[in-house]
């Protein structure tokens, strides 16, 4: 029986989250592979909080993170460096996630190294290349190299298969993320640690509701985070008694700056700095409403029943939208305030969105990775 050298590869929070159970299921079985773990450290010290929850130890850290690197910089830097990992490790399997720059470098250094790649999370499109940038960009780069595709979804499958891609070179495995979303929302969390975050003690008693907020994409930064930041002052103003706006900033400061100059002195929205995983998923639970233009929010929320608004045009994760428990809203101001405001006043409408089965998979998802890789020849 065969045993094969993987190399996981990732670089920032997202990747981490949804490729920690994979890497635990290949750790598991260590008869059959070797597991080499490389991190370009895209994001620094939020990729670093990962890797301590889930107890991850990188093999090799490129610690590639610096202050206002330009794409090109950051490709060509990763392109050089993560060269000679692989030709180091000379890996049967390099494995990557997702839409990333790392991603997208990873996909082609394998290929270049004659190394096979496995594409986690493949198959998302919106159809615009420049919605999400440069996601989308990344993700069809890698999906070209792919030796195999793990499909979250039969969506994703049928983009595909539309493609051109070998049906079976795609397995549908459902979203790793809800792995691990499933992990994280059992570890133990005390309402002490809660309180340490600085919420307000209504808050934290649930005499007031939580509206989470994540906002951070490229094609939002400017006049359209601008839109944004008025629309939640806006509800904040018209729900001060009952609602209390959190928002984890993004250390960008494309996202720092007119976020703390529109909605620092607002009374019910609290700003924090990004949060780890663990007390992300904890406030979550806790939400009533999700506004984000986040990815992964998009899958987690509805795994934890909770109705998410898109803060983007388009959404490369449309089986929530389909399912119910997901809304496009875009950065038009009047559309977030009126279907945020749907939602909060009216608990029938919340309720059928908060009902809707959760499109994203079933917490298996590494398991199936895992065999697949198993059964390669």
């Known amino acids: 029986m065969k045993r094969f050298s993987i190399l996981t590869i990732f670089g920032t929070r997202p990747e981490a989250i949804k490729m920690a159970p994979v890497i635990q299921q290949l750790q598991s079985k260590p008869e059959r592979f070797e597991t080499h773990i490389c991190v370009t450290a895209q994001h620094r010290q939020m990729l670093d909080q990962v890797l301590h929850l889930f107890d991850i130890q990188p093999d090799i850290d490129l610690d590639l993170m610096k202050p206002s690197q330009s794409l090109a910089d950051l490709t060509s830097t990763i392109f050089s460096r993560l060269d000679t990992v692989i030709r180091d490790v000379r890996p049967d399997w390099v494995l990557a996630q997702g839409d990333t ?8 250094l394998a290929f270049y190294n004659r190394s096979r790649f496995g594409h986690v999370e493949a198959g998302l499109r919106t159809g615009d290349k420049w919605q999400p940038f440069p996601e989308e960009i990344n993700r069809r780069v890698a999906g070209v190299v792919a ?5 979250p979804t039969e969506w994703a499958r049928q983009n595909l298969l539309r493609e051109n891609f070998p049906a079976e070179s795609i397995l549908v495995t459902g979203n790793s993320v809800i792995d691990a979303l499933q992990w994280v929302a059992k570890q133990p969390y005390s309402e002490r640690e809660l309180e340490s975050l600085g919420l307000p003690a209504d808050v934290l008693t649930g005499e007031k509701r939580i509206v989470l907020i994540t906002a951070h994409r490229r094609e939002n930064f400017g006049e359209p985070l601008e839109e944004i930041c008025a ?15 959190i928002y984890p ?21 609290t700003l924090l ?4 995983y663990l007390p992300l998923v904890q406030l979550l639970k806790r939400s009533s409403l999700v506004l984000t233009d986040s990815g992964g929010l998009q899958e987690e929320a509805p795994g934890l029943g909770v109705p998410v608004l898109v803060l983007r045009e388009v959404t490369e994760r449309p089986e929530g939208v389909e399912a119910g428990i997901v809304r496009l809203v875009g950065t038009d101001r009047k559309k977030i305030v009126s279907t945020a405001s749907l939602l909060l006043n009216n608990p029938g409408e919340h309720q059928r ?6 499109p994203y998979g ?6 199936r990775i895992v065999r697949a890789l198993e059964e390669t020849g």
């Not at 969105?353 to 959760?358: C, G, H, S």
């Open 231 to 245: 629309s939640i002052k806006e509800l904040a103003t018209a729900y001060a008694n009952d609602v209390h706006f």
């Open 147 to 151: 030796d195999l595709h793990f499909a």
């Open 101 to 108: 720059t790392t991603v997208m470098t990873a996909a082609l």
């Open 273 to 276: 700095p990004p949060l780890d």
């Open 353 to 358: 969105m908060a009902r809707a089965v959760n």
């Open 362 to 367: 079933d917490g298996h998802a590494a398991e």
């Open 249 to 269: 900033v993004h250390m960008n400061p494309n996202v720092q700056k007119p976020v703390h100059r529109l909605l620092g002195n607002t009374l019910n929205v």
